[in-house]
Structure formats: C-alpha cells, structure tokens
C-alpha cells in the first residue's frame, strides 16, 4: 500500500544488489525480540497512550453524532474531535464495546444491548452483567443505577462507592495493592514488560508463543524474499503480499501464515508500488516490460486456484508509477516525478488510462476515504473526488506542509509525515481543524514507512527521545505517545496491518510481523 522508497528530484532513490535467494516460508521466531539491537526497549512508555487511542476512538461515535457533541464538540475537544468518527459509523471501537448503529456501546453493561446489538433485556429492571440479563441478586448489589459484584468492582469493592486506588485491584471485597512497577489492567495487576497479555501496554496480546520480554512481543518471520522488497500489501483473509525486484525476474508473493507460500512468478521487471483490494483480494502493481524496458500498469487477482494470481489487464504507462490505490472500480497512480494523477478501469484494456489532473507539484503519496482521494504533493495535502469527468479541481485540504512523503487515513483524521522534519501530523478529515494540520506526536523522526488502521497509525521511524529505532504504534489523537512493537535498525521498506498483526518488508529481504 505504501509506495517503495524513492525520489527524482534531490533524493537519491534507494538501491540494492542483493543475491537472488528462494523464497519460502519459515515458522522460526526471531531470537530476541529487539531484532538486532541489545539491551531493553522501554516499551512500557506507550501503555496509556493506546488506551487514549481506543478510548477517544471508541467513544467519538455518541459525541459528535450529526451535532458535533454536547459535550464541547464544537469546541475542539476530545468529544468533539471524536465525534467526527461518529458520522462514519463510530469506527475504532474497541472490545466488549461494539458499533451499534453508529454508536459505540458495551454489551458488557448496557441492558438494552446485552451480548449484542439490539438485544433488549426482557424483564423489567433487569441488570446486564457481563454481557447477560439477570436480576441484581446476592452476590450481586445495586450501586446507584448499576448491578454490580461488590466482590471484584473496583469502583465498589466491598461496598458501593468504596474505589480502590488506581494502583489496587478489588479481590474478595478488599482493595489489594500491586507490586511496585506493575498497572492495573481491568481487575488485575500487570507486569507490562512481562505479561504476554498486557504486553507494553494493557489487553495488547502476544500471539508467538504467549512471549513477551522487555515490554515486546515477540517477532516472526514470515519468509524470505527473492530479492529486495519494494511493497507490501495484506487484505481481509490476512494473506500479506508483497513485490520483490531479483534483477532478472520479479515476482509478486503472498503468505497466509509461516507454513504456506505462494508466488505469482510473472511480474514483469521491478515491480513496485502494489496494492491489495482487501475484500475483492484484486491487486494492482506497476512494472517494467522485459522487452523493452517501458513501463506497465498490471492488476490481476489472488483467488481461485493455483497458479497463484491471474493477470486481469496490463497498460502501458508514461514512467514508474510512485503508488497505487484501488478505489471502486479503478486503480489510480501519480507518476514518480512528475505532476500528473492517473486512473484506469480495473477490467481496462490497455491504453484506456485517464489523466485524472495534471497540474500537481510532485504527486507522491495517496490514500482514499468514502469517495475522496488524498494526494500528498511537494507542499501540500490535495483532496480530489474520485469520479468525474477529468480535468478534475483539487481542494487545498492541508497547505504549508515540506514534502509529505507518506499519509494515511487514521480515524478520525488523514494523517502524513514531513520529510527531515520530527513529527506525525493530522487533520480532521471533516477539515475542521486549521489548514495547516494538527501535530499529532513530535516525539517521532525518520519515518520510513507508514499506514494506519482504524484510529492508530503504525510507522518505522525513530523515537527521540529514547533514541530507539523500530515499528511503533501511535494513537490518531495530538498528545499521544508512540507505543514500540518491535525494535530493528534494519530498514522497513514498506509495512501493512490486518485485524491482528503488522507486517513489515525488511531491507534484508524478509517478511516480518507483530502482535498488532
């Protein structure tokens, strides 16, 4: 999804002669879990800072639904700013929360959504308890308008309204504090560098082997490549894709697991800039012709039998595409270096590509949201409707920015980086913050690789001030911290995230992931 590493204009574009090696898929985990680096990761900086995330995300839906909040959404507070996800459909709400027509809602509690959406407790005065209708019998109380178990409700331990500190746990009535250095996660006290459940930060899982050390989870690997990666890519079934350039041959790959590999041999020459449609798994790549060295737009889709992958249309194209995006029934690209966006039908035959404007200042980085598309060029993000009769009008949605290589839709906001400048920065998608943008983290420089996932944006850079290198997560919201995964000095090339993990093309030619 993200674009390879390049620049034709003062940025020399990353190159490597690496030996051609087979690509398999490899069960092993990594050694350590700081990949290449000794000594810990202070991964314990970044727990609360994934709960703001989940919190500000999760409960954006109620704030701001069709009015912007009562409870300051006008104003520009954590209400309001969340709210604007509430008119999308209250994405990035997080267990046992669900998204209830649009409303973030824990089944957990709520007696007219008990379990599930729309489930209405059937009998009068009934409580919901953990996610089940009952009455509010012994061992069970009623604290104000809540039927609570005054046994383990750390807000009404032993008796209603009697909290426990934010170090304590509530066990048989009593408050119990945690050992030094330990947090309370729901009801209980946490080791985060330790415990494979609440590892670095609370309810974040380790997947590998219930591992966690240091705050990490620990890392595997996917596979190797046969060549250097250039992009990656993963859609819904969780199959990750990627492209790999070997010299002679490149080859688009996929891998659902450590145990299954797949190639799509017949990539053309330096393949780059793939996509992944993750529901109708149709993905779109630019390449160089072996014949003559010209440049195509390929697409083609993954399901089916093998041979893995069926080629569905190639065009010719006028130079190296910089990224691809598909959006309905197209795939659109700028090209590297140049000012122009494209688009062609993804059923196409060749030569039916559209110029969809072409007066833009180095188109580089794309991403779409509803029907819109969002264009990073030299100085400013650019939004631009998907459909339409080209030439197409741009909107000037965030001005004064310095080259923003990479930029992501994170709810509730479209999110970049500056090229050599610290920092991740943001606006509302709505465009209800200034035209300049918000800083979302400038604890954060040298990001090399970027996308995002409902409300968090996962990135490779470098965190300040710890001076640690590596793949971090960061909550869309301004103040929060970045949160490390996994902590490499070797290069990502490129990284992509599903429900459950982060995957990461390596410049030493493996495919890496962690416990999202």
């Not at 109620?62 to 309001?80: I, L």
């Not at 894709?241 to 990539?267: C, R, V």
């Not at 906001?413 to 209800?432: C, E, M, T």
């Not at 968090?456 to 793949?471: A, D, H, L, M, R």
Request: net charge negative; proline share 5%.
């Amino acid at each position: 999804m993200r674009a390879r590493l390049a620049w034709t204009s003062g940025i020399a574009a990353l190159s490597i002669a690496i030996a051609i090696v087979g690509c398999r898929g490899l069960a092993g985990v990594e050694d350590a879990f700081l990949i290449d680096d000794a000594g810990t990761a202070g991964a314990s900086q970044g727990g609360s800072a994934g709960q703001a995330g989940s919190a500000g995300g999760g409960q954006g839906g109620t704030a701001g639904e069709g009015q912007g909040g009562t409870a300051g959404g006008g104003q520009g507070g954590e209400a309001g700013q969340a709210g604007m996800a509430g008119q999308g459909g209250a994405p990035g709400c997080k267990p046992p929360e669900q998204d209830c027509s649009g409303v973030c809602v824990n089944v957990k509690k709520d007696p007219k959504n008990c379990g599930s959406c729309g489930y209405e407790c059937p009998v009068a005065g009934d409580f919901c308890v953990q996610g089940a209708c009952m009455a509010c019998n012994v061992p069970l109380q009623v604290c104000g308008d809540q039927c609570v178990d005054t046994f383990s409700d750390r807000m009404n331990c032993g008796s209603c309204g009697n909290a426990c500190s934010d170090t304590s746990v509530c066990e048989s009535g009593s408050c119990k504090q945690c050992p030094s250095g330990w947090v309370v996660c729901e009801n209980n006290c946490a080791d985060l560098q330790k415990d494979s459940t609440n590892c670095g930060w609370c309810q974040h899982y380790c997947q590998i082997n219930n591992s966690c050390l240091a705050g990490l989870c620990a890392v595997e690997q996917v596979a190797t490549c046969n060549g250097a990666p250039t992009s990656i890519g993963v859609n819904s079934m969780m199959v990750v894709h990627w492209t790999a350039d070997g010299g002679t041959k490149g080859f688009i790959e996929a891998d659902d697991g450590p145990s299954t590999y797949t190639a799509f041999q017949d990539a053309g020459l330096n393949p780059m800039a793939l996509s992944v449609d993750p529901f109708s798994q149709f993905i779109a790549w630019g390449a160089k012709n072996p014949a003559d060295s010209s440049w195509y737009l390929h697409g083609g889709t993954t399901s089916g039998s093998e041979p893995y992958g069926q080629e569905v249309f190639s065009v010719p194209i006028d130079g190296d595409p910089f990224e691809t995006i598909l959006l309905g029934e197209f795939v659109y690209w700028p090209r590297d270096g140049g000012s122009s966006l494209f688009r062609a039908r993804t059923t196409a035959a060749a030569g039916n590509v559209e110029e969809m404007i072409g007066s833009l200042e180095m188109p580089m980085g794309l991403v779409s949201q509803a029907s819109d598309i969002y264009v990073a060029t030299a100085t400013e993000i650019v939004r631009l409707p998907s459909t339409g009769s080209p030439p197409l009008n741009p909107y000037s949605f965030a001005t004064g920015q310095n080259r923003p290589l990479y930029v992501a839709k994170a709810e509730p906001r479209i999110v970049w980086s500056n090229l050599g400048a610290p920092g991740i920065f943001g606006r509302l998608i709505d465009g209800n913050e200034d035209v300049q943008g918000v800083l979302i983290n400038n604890d954060v420089h040298g990001i090399m690789a970027m996308t995002a996932r409902d409300d968090v944006i996962y990135f490779y850079g470098t965190q300040t001030s710890t001076n640690k290198t590596g793949i971090f997560a960061v909550p869309a919201y301004p103040g929060s911290g970045p949160v490390p995964l996994a902590i490499t000095s070797v290069q990502a090339v490129d990284i992509a995230v599903d429900d459950s993990w982060v995957y990461w093309a390596s410049m030493d030619q493996r495919i890496l992931r962690v416990s999202r």
